[in-house]
């Protein structure tokens, strides 16, 4: 069993920075591939970025080269870089663990991007 908490969502204007946090708890963090979706009101949730044990990192095409993903393995952490914020990122973004066709979610934490 994996629990996974999310951290770092908040209000930002546009062009602003956020960086979210999900810390797992359990063992075998590191071989986990670990995502970030999101999922505005109204609308189906989303990959933004995911990144695999051995480091592969992918994006939507919506976010690339404003989102980065990383990860670290002593922490049991992963982060998610957003820059260049824009309105239409606003959403709940949800952490994802997946191992072996187990999958584990976080509870979310709110982005809302806004002047």
């Known amino acids: 069993q994996v629990q996974l908490v999310e951290s770092g969502g908040g209000l930002v204007q546009p062009g602003g920075s956020l960086r979210l946090s999900c810390v797992a708890s359990?063992?075998?963090?590191?071989?986990?591939?670990m995502g970030w979706y999101r999922q505005a009101p109204g609308k189906q949730r989303e990959l933004a970025a995911r990144?695999?044990?051995?480091?592969?990192?992918y994006y939507a095409d919506s976010v690339k080269g404003r989102f980065t993903i990383s990860r670290d393995n002593a922490k049991n952490t992963v982060y998610l870089q957003m820059n260049s914020l824009k309105p239409e990122d606003t959403a709940a973004y949800y952490c994802?663990?997946?191992?072996?066709?187990?999958?584990?979610w976080g509870q979310g934490t709110q982005v809302t991007v806004s002047s």
């Open positions: 990144i695999t044990s051995a480091g592969s990192t």
């Open positions: 994802d663990a997946v191992l072996r066709g187990e999958n584990y």
């Open positions: 359990g063992r075998f963090f590191s071989d986990y591939t």
